[in-house]
């Protein structure tokens, strides 16, 4: 398994070195040949790609329980239920948290809600959000029913980050390319990334803000398709991110802290005032 060189200090760097921990125990106990075998059960992955081309801009809706910033949340989650409700109020897509350690996630939760998911009319596609530093997990994330994967390029050197890319496509599944700066962006053009994630939260320090995807959507590569990630509490905040050019914003807190996760799904497509 090439799990790359991890650094230390940062909370990104912590957690990717517990992932690295994890996934070779995981390994150990549940075979590839053995999520390959699953994989080949599961029909055939949905475009989170097609699934966001709007306008107007789409909600792609977060199932997750903790982060390390908040602590656990408040929150009773059962995914199947979380899911229902996100599509009752207009959810282009879902994404699902799987790590455990700092988010208390897992795969039964992406299973949870692949399940209720692709079973709407019509079946809506399910991105798992982790920290991916193996193509194992990218065959482990289709097992589970995960159409989309999540690839961080401030976690994966350049020769990792192709590789993942380009594993994610032979497996017919899209990858959603996460950067934070322009130098990530840059990296992410090059890989050939053409559904590129810009995270407003600075994942070393956790600091949230809007403009981050303001600054670096004009870098994108062309024909690339954007997404706005953390910070979205309301509709301005989508109306804001829809004008710096995204074409889907993911929320994850902003939504399951809500009383009501269909309304609060609905709130976020109506027009700004």
């Known amino acids: 398994m090439n799990l790359g060189t991890v ?4 909370i990104l760097d912590q957690i990717l070195t517990r992932t690295a921990a994890d996934l070779r125990t995981r390994a150990a106990n549940v075979p590839v040949g053995e999520l390959e075998r699953r994989a080949r059960t599961r029909p055939e992955s949905l475009s989170l790609k097609a699934a966001i081309a ?4 789409s909600i792609i809706a977060e199932i997750k329980r903790a982060s390390p910033s908040r602590g656990i949340f408040p929150v009773v989650v059962e995914p199947d239920v979380v899911a229902a409700s996100y599509l009752d109020g207009g959810a282009a897509a879902l994404s699902v948290l799987t790590d455990e350690p700092f988010f208390q996630g897992s795969l039964d939760d992406l299973s949870g809600a692949a399940h209720v998911a692709h079973r709407r009319s019509p079946a809506v596609p399910v991105l798992r959000k982790d920290f991916m530093l193996d193509p194992y997990q990218i065959i482990e994330a289709k097992a589970y029913g995960a159409d989309a994967i999540l690839l961080i390029v401030a ?4 020769q990792l980050l192709a590789e993942l890319l380009g594993m994610a496509r032979a497996q017919g599944m899209d990858a959603l390319v996460e950067v934070h700066d322009e130098a990530e962006m840059e990296r992410a053009g090059r890989v050939g990334a053409s559904l590129i994630g810009i995270n407003n939260r600075d994942l070393r320090t956790f600091a949230v803000d809007l403009a981050v ?3 670096l959507a004009p870098f994108a590569p062309p024909g690339a398709v954007l997404v706005g990630e953390s910070g979205v509490i309301n509709a301005a905040d989508v109306a804001r991110l829809g004008r710096a050019g995204v074409a889907a914003v993911l929320v994850g807190e902003g939504l399951i802290l809500a009383p009501d996760w269909a309304a609060a799904v609905r709130s976020l497509l109506r027009p700004a005032s």
């Open 7 to 10: 650094a230390t200090g940062t």
């Open 54 to 57: 709007g306008p107007p801009v």
């Open 155 to 158: 976690a994966l050197e350049d």
């Open 213 to 215: 995807t303001e600054r």
